[in-house]
T-cell receptor, first 113, second 112 residues
């Protein structure tokens, strides 16, 4: 069965610094991978998705993620953090043909001025 | 933004009462999902639907039932609410297997 582990329930970075949010997955078949962002009192919004077309996936707001099969990882990065990036981020996995998506427990990103 | 409306947005009720939450979509998507979100647990799937009258259980389905009599509406019912069901409930929709899910704005439910 597939699963997702997000390392660090809270991550703090300074404004302008690199953002790195870690995600490792477990899947017995080629996975579909997603990153979502949740702002306070809102639902989740899709940031980006990996569907095997390319290992480096670009998303909205300059976020990107790289699929590394050998490391079973799909880490999310952004070159320069903005105050508006403060939110909770969820990594998610879906196995080929599965109707369901499994979400990680989330990482709350804090941006320090 | 995907056309998803959850109602009500907030509800406070008492233990033992029935509660129904509604999710309405205007995207004509086949799949609809109900999740609950609790601190430290992320999102957990309660039930989902893969078509009209076709539903299946998720990982935390006990105490919940669902119905989908038409494509656009997916109802979540707590037959007899308990305090452990206090949570934020999210509806999501998807066009198909392995497709991204799009979320509503949530319903904050408090059971006293």
């Amino acid at each position: 069965a597939q699963s997702v582990t997000q390392l660090g329930s809270h991550v703090s970075v300074s404004e302008g610094a690199l953002v790195l949010l870690r995600c490792n997955y477990s899947s017995s078949v080629p996975p579909y991978l997603f990153w979502y962002v949740q702002y306070p009192n809102q639902g989740l919004q899709l940031l980006l998705k990996y569907t095997s077309a390319a290992t480096l996936v670009k998303g909205i707001n300059d976020f990107e993620a790289e699929f590394k099969k050998s490391e079973t990882s799909f880490h999310l990065t952004k070159p320069s953090a903005h105050m508006s990036d403060a939110a909770e981020y969820f990594c998610a996995v879906s196995e080929t043909g599965d109707d369901k998506i499994i979400f990680g427990k989330g990482t709350r990103l804090h941006i320090l001025p | 933004d995907a056309g998803i409306t959850q109602s009500p947005r907030h509800k406070v009720t008492e233990t033992g009462t029935p509660v129904t939450l509604r999710c309405h979509q205007t995207e004509n998507h086949r799949y609809m999902y109900w999740y609950r979100q609790d601190p430290g647990h992320g999102l957990r799937l309660i039930h989902y639907s893969y078509g009209v009258k076709d539903t299946d259980k998720g990982e935390v389905s006990d105490g919940y039932s669902v119905s989908r009599s038409k494509t656009e509406d997916f109802l979540l019912t707590l037959e007899s609410a308990t305090s452990s069901q206090t949570s934020v409930y999210f509806c999501a929709i998807s066009a198909g297997s392995n497709q991204p899910q799009h979320f509503g704005d949530g319903t904050r439910l408090s059971i006293l």
